[in-house]
C-alpha cells in the first residue's frame, strides 16, 4: 500500500552519499577471465562493505544523520570563525560595527 511505498522510497533514496572504492593495481598478473572476475568482485565488494556506515547514515529514513553532524560541524565553525572575521576587520579600519556584524553572522 501507500506506507510500504514510502518505506522503500525512504529506504532507497541517499542524500549526499558519498562512496568511495579502493583502486586496485595488478601486475603480472596471469589468470583466467572468471578467476579475474571473481578477484575484482571481492575487492569491490570488500571496498563496498567499508562504505556501508557512510551510506546508511545518509539513508533519508534516519533523517541523514551524517548530513546532520556536517552541519553541526560548519555551524560550529561559523560560529567561532565569523566573530573573529569581525574582530579583526574592526581592529584593521577602526569601526567596531564590524564586530557586532560578526557576531550576527555566527
Known amino acids: ?6 518505506l522503500v522510497d525512504a529506504l532507497l533514496r541517499c542524500d549526499g552519499a558519498t562512496l568511495n572504492f579502493d583502486g586496485i593495481v595488478l601486475r ?3 589468470s583466467t577471465g572468471p ?5 575484482l568482485g571481492a575487492h569491490y ?6 562504505n556501508v556506515p557512510a551510506l546508511l547514515g545518509s539513508l533519508a529514513f ?3 544523520p551524517v548530513g546532520l553532524m556536517r552541519g553541526l560541524g560548519d555551524g560550529m565553525s561559523d560560529f567561532v570563525s565569523e566573530p573573529v572575521k569581525g574582530l579583526k576587520r574592526s581592529v584593521e579600519e577602526l569601526d567596531p560595527s564590524f564586530v557586532v556584524d560578526g557576531v550576527a553572522r555566527g
Open 62 to 64: 534516519f533523517g541523514n
Open 28 to 30: 603480472n598478473h596471469t
Open 45 to 50: 565488494l570488500a571496498s563496498l562493505r567499508n
Open 35 to 39: 578467476q579475474l572476475g571473481t578477484y
Open 1 to 6: 500500500g501507500v506506507f510500504k511505498s514510502i
